[in-house]
């Protein structure tokens, strides 16, 4: 992932750097200052998905400020 990409501030969904809204959740609170990332393929299998409230497949952020 390119540190370029942003991040959503609520659901930590990382999007295209072209994004103004979260793919995800719609959220307009958007950021690039973000750390760290995890993909997540099956997050009905998956405890960090569980830890992280995650219920759709995708990439996201560890870190957002």
């Known amino acids: 992932m390119a540190a370029d990409r942003l991040v959503c501030r609520e659901c930590h969904r990382v999007n295209d750097p072209d994004s103004e809204t979260c793919d995800a ?13 995890v993909v997540i393929a099956h997050p009905e299998d998956s405890e960090i998905a569980s830890e992280m409230q995650v219920t759709e497949p995708g990439a996201y952020a560890l870190k957002v400020r």
Not at 25 to 37: H, K, P, R, V
């Open 25 to 37: 959740c719609n959220s307009s609170s958007l950021t690039e200052d973000w750390a760290g990332y």
